[in-house]
């Protein structure tokens, strides 16, 4: 049997460069606070966990107040600025197009697995014109969880109607890493993306500093598979 039979892919900082328009947003909520804006560069060191834990960090940062009713709405009033900003900027990976297409038409499932809220997720996906591509888009309102537990990567799994043996994670941080393990999959992370933990330090079948890159990996684990 032909190994993957299904890649699940992490969205921000895996499949897309999304840090532009995550920071524009973020910026204005910050500006309309009376806080100094960041850096691209310093947000991008800031994204992983969702909405809630970029606003948490960016207020660390800043040494602000982080009471429970003004994270409130600060989460809500992101979520307004960002949803409409959300593929102005944003692009997809050199070699992520390619590589999908490639998987695509040779009847690999593929699916997305991200901790950013579903709607926006798939209004990303569409705004890059990769949707048609994915039989599954889990976000990090899905379900109750988010990863770095399993229960996403699972989730996806069973609306590709693929065991987890069968399926591969492609991820960027230890919450992709860490929940493939759990997920009973394994998993391949990248260079470039948005971790805070860099991938030369989490457990993974392998690193790629480009999507070109990927392919060939996938081909030499397959090949490995077939033989043990």
């Keep these: 049997m032909a190994w993957p039979r299904a890649i699940l892919f992490d969205l921000d ?6 840090a532009p328009d ?6 204005i909520l910050l500006e309309q606070e009376g806080i100094e804006p960041f850096a691209v560069e310093d947000v991008t060191k800031m994204i992983g966990g969702g909405v809630s834990l970029l606003l948490e960090r960016a207020l660390i940062a800043r040494e602000e107040e982080r009471g429970v009713d003004r994270m409130t709405d600060l989460f809500e009033r992101y979520v307004e600025l960002y949803v409409p900003r959300a593929a102005r900027l944003t692009r997809l990976f050199p070699g992520v197009r390619e590589v999908l297409e490639h998987h695509h038409g040779n009847d690999v499932a593929l699916g997305v697995c991200t901790n950013k809220p579903e709607a926006v997720s798939r209004s990303i996906l569409e705004a890059l014109e990769v949707a048609h591509l994915f039989g599954a888009v889990v976000g990090g309102d899905t379900l109750p969880v988010k990863k770095p537990d399993p229960a996403p ?3 996806a799994l069973k609306d590709l109607a693929c065991e987890p043996a069968h399926a591969l994670m492609i991820g960027d941080s230890a919450a992709d890493a860490d929940a493939a393990k759990a997920a ?3 998993v391949i992370l990248v260079t470039f993306g948005y971790t805070r933990t860099p991938v030369h330090e989490l457990e993974s079948l392998g690193i ?6 990927l392919h060939g990996m996938i081909v030499k684990l397959g090949e490995s598979r077939l033989q043990s």
């Design 22 to 27: 995550i920071t524009d947003a973020l910026n």
């Design 13 to 18: 900082g895996t499949l897309v460069h999304s």
């Design 208 to 213: 790629v500093d480009h999507f070109d890159e």
């Design 153 to 155: 990567l699972l989730a």
């Design 184 to 186: 009973g999959m394994p």
